[in-house]
C-alpha cells in the first residue's frame, strides 16, 4: 500500500514538472505498476528525432527493488540488449545499486543521458560497444538508420 | 523620570523580548533569563580524569569521585551545552550612577569560572562603553554571541575545553537530549515514501545523518535481513558514502565513509531484537568465513569455528555490542582483513602455546595444527590438512564403499540391514537395486530380477539379511559404492597433491624420513602390479580398517610417500593407495584376483567388529561422535 502511494506520488510529481523530451503515462489505468514512456532521442545524439517508447515495470517491492526497464523500440546502442527484450540493466538499475529514494524520475534521467552518451565500458551488447569506440562513424550510421526503420 | 521607571521600564522591555524571562521573587527589580549554548561550531571538549584538570578551578560539583588511575582522554564534540543562567539585579541609582549587577551561573558547572567572571565583567565594561544607560538588552545580547561563538573556549592554549571527567555524562547526555528534542520537532521528507513526517516517526542515521522514516527504515532492513542480504545493511541515500561526505556536506577521513549500521540504530529504529539478532549472527559468520586464520572444529558434527579474540561472541545485550570499525568494508582500518602476518596465511602459528583452540560451539580443544585433541604445548604435532583423509575418515570411506549402496540419483549411501534388493531412497524416493546400483523403473522394479540374462536375475533376496547374510559362492556378491569410489579417489589425488607440496617444504623431516623410506620401498619392491590391482579392485570387499587403526600415529608416514603417482595409480592417491597397499602387505602379499569367499566372510566380520569396537570406544582419539564413522566431509 505504502508502494502504491509513492508511486502515485510520483506520477504526480512527474506530470506537474514533465521531463523534458518525455511522455509518461500508465500502460493500463488501474495498473500503476506499469509505466509507459515515450522518449524522444536526445538532439545532438544519433537518435534525433527517434520515438522511443520504453517500459517500466515496478516490481511489487518497489522502491526497494529496482524498477525494470526495457526499450519496446528497437535501438542501436550499446547498453541496451539488441533482441525482442530491448533491456537495460545500468548503473543505479542495477539490484545491487539500486537506493530506494532513487525515483523514476532519476531512473528516466539516467536513460536519456545514456542515450546522449553511451557507456561502452558498461556494455551489453559488446560488438556495438566494440564498434562505437573504434568506428564511430559507422556506428553512428547504424544507429541513424534504426531509427529511421524503427523510430518513427 | 523616576530611576525607578527606567529600571522597570526596562525590564518590561526584556521580558517582552525575552518571555522566559523571570522576575526574581525577592527583588523587584531582579530578574533571571536562561540563555542557551549552542555554539555555531560543535565546541570541543576534552574530559580528563579530575586530577589532571587541576589548573582549572573546579567549582563545588567537581568532586574527585574519579581514580586517576588510567589518564584517558576523551575529546567529544558537543552543539549544545547547558545553558547559562543569568542573574540580574538593578541597583539603585541605575543607569545614571551604578552598573547592572550581574551573576552568572552555568548548569553542570561546564563553563570555567575565571570565564564567568570575565563575562560578568563584561556588563559593567558595557555600561561604561555606552554611556551609563540602559544596557541589559546589548549585555544579554553579547552573551548570546558569545555562546555562538563557544565562549572562544576552543581558541584556549589546549584547543578545546578541558573538563574533568566527572561532568561527561551530564554534558553528553544534555547535548544528545537537545538534539533529540529539536530532531523530534523537526519535520522531515522521507526519501523512501517521499512523504513529510514528523522527527518523532523519523530516524537520523548516527554516521552519515541521513534520515528516513521509520516505518520505511523497518520494511526494507527488515527484508534484507530476511533474505539474508546484510551487505544491504546501510544507509539507503543514494550518494552516502560515495564521495566521503557525509549529508552537512563535511569530508570525512577516509575517502570512502562507513555505511555499516550498528545494531543499536537497528534496535532504535524499532526493528525486531530477533531479527537485529539475525543481522548481527550472519555478520559475525560471514568476517569468520572470509577470515583464512578461522580454523574449525575437527569434530564432523560440529564444525564450529575456534574461539577467537578478533571475533568476540555476541552479546546478549546487542546495545553493548562493541563498535566495530571492520564493519565498514572499505575504511580498512583494522583487523577487516587479516593482517598480513610473517606466515602464509594458512602455516600453522608457530609458537606452540598457540597452537590450542577452543571450538567455540562444542568447547573441544584441539590443536589448530594436527587438528587433533589438545595435547598439551609439549608434544610433537604435524601439520594436517583439515580436508585430508585421517585414518576414521577413512575407515569411513571404506566401509561406505564395500557396505553400502548409493542411489544413483542423489548419491546418499544406503545400507541394507535386511529385505530384497529393490531400495527406495529415503531422501529422493528413487528406485534402485541394491546389488548393482542400477536405476529400476517405479512401475515395475522386478524386472530388474526377473529377466534371464540379467546380471541380477533371480537375486533380489540375496544378502537377505544384510552383509551378514549368504553371499552366492560365485563372488558376484554385493559390489557397493560405485560413486563413492570416485570421491574417495578424488579427495585422495587432492590430498596427494598436498602432501607432494609439503614434503617439498618438508625437508628437515627428510633425512629421518629416509631410513624409513628405504625399508619401505624394499617392502614395496612391485607395488606397480599390486596397485594396479589394488585399484582394479577398489569395488571388492576389501577390510583394511584395522591396518588403517594402525595407520594413524605415523601421520607423518604418508608424507614420505610422495612418489610421482603412478599412471594408472595415479588417481587412486596416497589416502587409498597407501592403505590398500597396507592391507595387501598385512594379508602377507598379494590377494588372489578372484575373491575367495570365505575370505570374504572373514573379512566382512572383521569389519562389522571394527564398526562395532569403533562406537563403544568412540575411536579412542579424537573424541569423535560416534556418527563420524559414516560421515565424510
Request: one cysteine or more; glycine letters at 6%; hydrophobic letters at 35%.
Given at each position: 500500500?505504502?508502494?502504491?502511494?509513492r508511486i502515485?506520488?510520483?506520477?504526480a510529481e512527474?506530470?506537474?514538472?514533465p521531463?523534458?523530451g518525455?511522455?509518461?503515462?500508465?500502460a493500463k489505468?488501474?495498473?500503476?505498476?506499469?509505466?509507459d514512456?515515450?522518449?524522444?532521442?536526445?538532439?545532438?545524439s544519433?537518435y534525433?528525432?527517434?520515438k522511443?517508447?520504453?517500459?517500466?515495470?515496478?516490481?511489487?517491492?518497489?522502491?526497494?527493488?529496482p524498477?525494470?526497464?526495457?526499450f519496446k523500440t528497437?535501438?542501436?546502442?550499446?547498453?541496451v540488449?539488441?533482441?525482442?527484450k530491448?533491456?537495460?540493466c545500468l548503473g543505479?538499475?542495477?539490484?545491487?545499486?539500486?537506493?530506494?529514494?532513487?525515483k523514476?524520475v532519476?531512473?528516466?534521467?539516467?536513460?536519456?543521458?545514456?542515450?546522449a552518451a553511451?557507456?561502452?565500458?558498461?556494455?551489453?551488447?559488446a560488438?556495438?560497444?566494440?564498434?562505437?569506440?573504434?568506428?564511430?562513424k559507422?556506428f553512428d550510421?547504424?544507429a541513424?538508420?534504426w531509427?529511421?526503420?524503427?523510430?518513427? | 523620570?523616576?530611576?525607578?521607571d527606567e529600571?522597570?521600564e526596562?525590564?518590561?522591555?526584556?521580558?517582552a523580548i525575552?518571555?522566559?524571562?523571570?522576575p526574581?521573587?525577592?527583588?523587584?527589580?531582579?530578574?533571571?533569563?536562561?540563555?542557551?549554548?549552542?555554539p555555531?561550531?560543535?565546541?570541543?571538549?576534552?574530559f580528563?580524569p579530575?586530577?589532571?584538570?587541576?589548573?582549572?578551578s573546579?567549582?563545588?560539583?567537581?568532586?574527585?569521585?574519579?581514580?586517576?588511575?588510567?589518564?584517558?582522554?576523551?575529546?567529544?564534540?558537543?552543539?549544545?551545552?547547558?545553558p547559562?543562567?543569568?542573574?540580574?539585579?538593578?541597583?539603585?541609582?541605575?543607569?545614571?550612577s551604578?552598573p547592572?549587577?550581574?551573576?552568572?551561573?552555568?548548569q553542570?558547572?561546564?563553563?570555567?569560572?575565571?570565564?564567568?567572571?570575565?563575562?560578568?565583567?563584561q556588563a559593567e565594561?558595557?555600561?561604561?562603553?555606552?554611556?551609563r544607560c540602559q544596557?541589559?538588552f546589548?549585555?544579554?545580547?553579547?552573551?548570546?554571541?558569545?555562546?555562538e561563538?563557544g565562549?572562544d573556549?576552543a581558541?584556549s592554549?589546549?584547543?578545546?575545553?578541558?573538563?574533568?571527567?566527572?561532568?561527561e555524562k551530564?554534558?553528553?547526555?544534555?547535548d544528545?537530549?537537545?538534539?533529540g528534542?529539536?530532531?523530534?520537532?523537526?519535520?522531515?521528507?522521507?526519501?523512501?515514501?517521499?512523504?513529510?513526517k514528523?522527527?518523532t516517526?523519523?530516524?537520523?542515521l548516527?554516521?552519515?545523518?541521513?534520515v528516513?522514516?521509520k516505518s520505511?527504515?523497518?520494511?526494507?532492513y527488515?527484508?534484507?535481513?530476511?533474505?539474508?542480504?546484510?551487505?544491504?545493511?546501510?544507509?539507503?541515500s543514494?550518494?552516502?558514502?560515495?564521495?566521503?561526505?557525509?549529508?552537512?556536506?563535511?569530508?570525512?577521513?577516509?575517502?570512502?565513509?562507513?555505511?555499516?549500521?550498528?545494531?543499536?540504530e537497528l534496535?532504535?529504529m524499532?526493528?525486531?531484537?530477533?531479527?537485529?539478532?539475525?543481522?548481527?549472527?550472519m555478520?559475525r559468520?560471514?568476517?569468520?568465513e572470509?577470515d583464512k586464520?578461522?580454523?574449525y572444529?575437527?569434530r564432523?558434527?560440529?564444525?564450529?569455528a575456534?574461539?577467537?579474540p578478533?571475533?568476540?561472541?555476541?552479546p546478549?545485550?546487542?546495545?553493548?555490542?562493541?563498535?566495530d570499525e571492520?564493519?565498514?568494508?572499505?575504511?580498512?582500518?583494522?583487523?577487516?582483513?587479516?593482517?598480513p602476518s610473517?606466515q602464509?596465511a594458512d602455516?600453522?602459528?608457530?609458537?606452540?602455546?598457540?597452537?590450542?583452540?577452543?571450538?567455540e560451539?562444542?568447547?573441544?580443544?584441539?590443536c589448530?595444527?594436527?587438528?587433533?585433541?589438545?595435547h598439551?604445548?609439549?608434544a610433537r604435532?604435524?601439520?594436517?590438512?583439515?580436508n585430508?583423509l585421517?585414518?576414521?575418515?577413512?575407515?569411513?570411506?571404506d566401509?561406505?564403499?564395500?557396505?553400502?549402496?548409493?542411489c544413483?540419483?542423489?548419491?546418499s549411501?544406503?545400507?541394507?540391514?535386511y529385505?530384497?534388493?529393490?531400495m527406495?531412497?529415503?531422501n529422493?524416493?528413487?528406485?534402485?537395486?541394491?546389488l548393482?546400483?542400477?536405476?529400476?523403473?517405479?512401475?515395475?522394479?522386478y524386472?530388474?530380477?526377473?529377466?534371464?540374462?540379467?546380471?541380477?536375475?533371480q537375486?533380489?533376496?540375496?544378502?537377505?539379511?544384510g552383509?551378514?547374510?549368504?553371499?552366492?559362492?560365485?563372488?558376484?556378491?554385493?559390489?557397493?559404492a560405485?560413486?563413492?569410489?570416485?570421491?574417495?579417489i578424488?579427495v585422495?589425488?587432492e590430498?596427494?597433491?598436498?602432501?607432494?607440496?609439503?614434503?617439498?617444504?618438508?625437508?628437515?623431516?627428510?633425512?629421518?624420513a629416509?631410513?624409513?623410506?628405504?625399508e619401505?620401498r624394499?617392502?614395496?619392491?612391485?607395488?606397480?602390479?599390486?596397485l594396479?590391482?589394488?585399484?582394479?579392485?577398489?569395488?571388492?570387499?576389501?577390510?583394511?580398517?584395522p591396518?588403517?587403526?594402525?595407520?594413524?600415529?605415523?601421520a607423518?608416514?604418508?608424507?614420505?610417500?610422495p612418489?610421482?603417482a603412478h599412471?594408472?595409480?595415479?588417481?587412486?592417491?596416497?589416502?587409498v593407495r597407501?592403505?590398500?597397499?597396507?592391507?595387501?602387505?598385512?594379508?602377507?602379499g598379494r590377494?588372489?584376483a578372484?575373491?575367495?569367499d570365505?575370505?570374504?566372510?572373514?573379512?566382512?566380520q572383521?569389519f562389522?567388529?571394527m564398526?562395532?569396537?569403533?562406537e563403544?570406544?568412540?575411536?579412542?582419539?579424537?573424541e569423535?561422535d560416534?556418527?563420524?564413522?559414516?560421515?565424510?566431509?
Open positions: 500500500m505504502a508502494a502504491n502511494k502515485m506520488k510520483e506520477l512527474i506530470n506537474n514538472n521531463l523534458q518525455c511522455t509518461i503515462k500508465l489505468e488501474d495498473d500503476l505498476n506499469n509505466w514512456v515515450t522518449m524522444d532521442g536526445p538532439p545532438e544519433p534525433a528525432g527517434g522511443f517508447n520504453i517500459q517500466i515495470v515496478l516490481p511489487k517491492e518497489y522502491p526497494f527493488k524498477p525494470v526497464l526495457t528497437k535501438i542501436y546502442h550499446p547498453n540488449t539488441n533482441d525482442d530491448g533491456a537495460m543505479m538499475l542495477r539490484a545491487d545499486e539500486w537506493k530506494p529514494p532513487n523514476i532519476d531512473v528516466l534521467k539516467l536513460v536519456r543521458a545514456v542515450l553511451p557507456q561502452p565500458d558498461d556494455a551489453v551488447e560488438g556495438i560497444a566494440n564498434e562505437f569506440k573504434t568506428d564511430r559507422a550510421k547504424t541513424q538508420d531509427v529511421k526503420k524503427y523510430a518513427k | 523620570m523616576a530611576d525607578s529600571r522597570e526596562e525590564l518590561t522591555t526584556l521580558s525575552y518571555p522566559e524571562l523571570v526574581s521573587s525577592e527583588d523587584f527589580y531582579g530578574a533571571t533569563l536562561e540563555i542557551p549554548v549552542s555555531s561550531q560543535p565546541l570541543l571538549v576534552r580528563v579530575s586530577k589532571a584538570a587541576g589548573d582549572i573546579l567549582n563545588k560539583r567537581g568532586k574527585t569521585s574519579i581514580k586517576a588511575a588510567a589518564y584517558i582522554e576523551r575529546d567529544v564534540e558537543l552543539s549544545h551545552l547547558p547559562l543562567t543569568l542573574h540580574m539585579s538593578l541597583p539603585e541609582g541605575y543607569p545614571q551604578k547592572p549587577q550581574v551573576q552568572l551561573e552555568a553542570e558547572d561546564w563553563l570555567p569560572s575565571d570565564k564567568l567572571k570575565e563575562l560578568e565583567k565594561a558595557l555600561w561604561e562603553d555606552f554611556g544596557t541589559l546589548s549585555y544579554i545580547d553579547y552573551l548570546q554571541q558569545a555562546a561563538s565562549f573556549l581558541f592554549t589546549d584547543g578545546c575545553l578541558v573538563l574533568p571527567m566527572a561532568v551530564a554534558l553528553v547526555t544534555y544528545a537530549e537537545t538534539k528534542a529539536l530532531f523530534d520537532a523537526g519535520t522531515y521528507e522521507c526519501g523512501i515514501c517521499i512523504e513529510p514528523k522527527g516517526s523519523c530516524y537520523r548516527s554516521r552519515c545523518g541521513h528516513f522514516c520505511c527504515l523497518q520494511e526494507f527488515n527484508s534484507a535481513i530476511k533474505e539474508g542480504d546484510v551487505a544491504n545493511v546501510k544507509c539507503l543514494p550518494d552516502c558514502g560515495k564521495k566521503g561526505t557525509t549529508a552537512n556536506g563535511k569530508i570525512l577521513r577516509q575517502t570512502t565513509t562507513s555505511r555499516a549500521i550498528h545494531p543499536r534496535l532504535a524499532g526493528l525486531e531484537d530477533k531479527m537485529v539478532r539475525r543481522f548481527v549472527e555478520k559468520k560471514k568476517k569468520l572470509a586464520q578461522t580454523v572444529c575437527p564432523t558434527w560440529c564444525q564450529g575456534a574461539k577467537s578478533k571475533y568476540p561472541p555476541i546478549a545485550d546487542l546495545a553493548t555490542y562493541p563498535d571492520s564493519d565498514d568494508e572499505s575504511t580498512g582500518k583494522d583487523s577487516a582483513p587479516p593482517q610473517k602464509p602455516a600453522p602459528p608457530i609458537d606452540p602455546e598457540d597452537r590450542i583452540a577452543v571450538c560451539k562444542c568447547n573441544f580443544a584441539f589448530r595444527v594436527c587438528y587433533r585433541g589438545w598439551g604445548q609439549f604435532c604435524y601439520p594436517r590438512d583439515p585430508e585421517s585414518a576414521e575418515e577413512k575407515a569411513s570411506y566401509y561406505i564403499l564395500s557396505n553400502t549402496s548409493p544413483p540419483t542423489c548419491s549411501p544406503t545400507q541394507k540391514t529385505g530384497c534388493n529393490h527406495i531412497c529415503f529422493c524416493r528413487t528406485h534402485y537395486c541394491y548393482c546400483g542400477s536405476w529400476l523403473d517405479g512401475r515395475d522394479p524386472q530388474h530380477f526377473n529377466q534371464p540374462g540379467r546380471e541380477c536375475y537375486r533380489l533376496f540375496e544378502l537377505e539379511e552383509e551378514n547374510g549368504q553371499a552366492p559362492g560365485d563372488g558376484r556378491g554385493f559390489a557397493g560405485r560413486r563413492w569410489e570416485q570421491m574417495a578424488e585422495a589425488r590430498a596427494d597433491a598436498r602432501e607432494a607440496a609439503e614434503a617439498a617444504q618438508a625437508a628437515e623431516d627428510e633425512q629421518a629416509r631410513a624409513l623410506e628405504a619401505e624394499a617392502e614395496a619392491d612391485g607395488p606397480e602390479n599390486e594396479a590391482e589394488a585399484v582394479a579392485q577398489v569395488q571388492i570387499n576389501d577390510n583394511p580398517i591396518e588403517a587403526a594402525q595407520q594413524r600415529p605415523n607423518h608416514a604418508r608424507r614420505r610417500n612418489f610421482p599412471p594408472r595409480a595415479g588417481g587412486a592417491a596416497a589416502a597407501y592403505h590398500e597397499r597396507q592391507a595387501g602387505n598385512a594379508r602377507g590377494r588372489p578372484v575373491n575367495n570365505e575370505r570374504r566372510q572373514a573379512e566382512l572383521r562389522l567388529d564398526a562395532e569396537r569403533d563403544e570406544e568412540g575411536w579412542n582419539s579424537d569423535l560416534e556418527d563420524e564413522d559414516f560421515r565424510i566431509r
